[in-house]
Nanobody, 123 residues
Framework: QVQLVESGGALVQAGDSLRLSCTASGRGIENMRMAWFRQTPGMEREFVAA????????YYGDSVEGRFTISRDMAKNAVYLQMNSLKPEDTAVYSC????????????????WGQGTQVTVAS
C-alpha cells in the first residue's frame, strides 16, 4: 500500500512563493511517477507537474510552466512543488499522486492520492 501525505498549503498574497511537500511511503514507490494536480470546487482536476523518481524527468502543465518547479529528494521519499509568482487563479486544493501513468496529465491514470492541501492566493 502506498501512502501520500501533502503539506505546505497556506494563504498567501499574489506574487508570493510557496513550497508544497509530498511524503511518500510504501513498496515500489521508487518505480512510480509522481505528480501534482489541483482542483477547485465544481471543476475537474487540473494537471500541474510530474516527475519520475529515478531519472528526475519532469513535465509541466501549460498554466504553471516557468513559474512552478517539481523536484524530488529520494533520501527523504519526498516530492516538492515550488510555486513562484503565485496568482489568484492558482487558488486550489493541491494533491499529490503516484502511479504508472501512460499519460502524465491524466488524473485517472494514477493509482494513489494524498488528501490534498489548500493553497489560497489573495489578490
Amino acid at each position: 500500500q502506498v501512502q501520500l501525505v501533502e503539506s505546505g498549503g497556506a494563504l498567501v498574497q499574489a506574487g508570493d512563493s510557496l513550497r508544497l511537500s509530498c511524503t511518500a511511503s510504501g513498496r515500489g514507490i521508487e518505480n512510480m511517477r509522481m505528480a501534482w494536480f489541483r482542483q477547485t470546487p465544481g471543476m475537474e482536476r487540473e494537471f500541474v507537474a510530474a516527475i519520475t523518481w529515478i531519472t528526475g524527468w519532469t513535465y509541466y502543465g501549460d498554466s504553471v510552466e516557468g513559474r512552478f518547479t517539481i523536484s524530488r529528494d529520494m533520501a527523504k521519499n519526498a516530492v516538492y512543488l515550488q510555486m513562484n509568482s503565485l496568482k489568484p487563479e492558482d487558488t486550489a486544493v493541491y494533491s499529490c499522486a503516484a502511479g504508472y501513468p501512460t499519460t502524465s496529465s491524466t488524473p485517472t491514470a494514477y493509482d494513489y492520492w494524498g488528501q490534498g492541501t489548500q493553497v489560497t492566493v489573495a489578490s
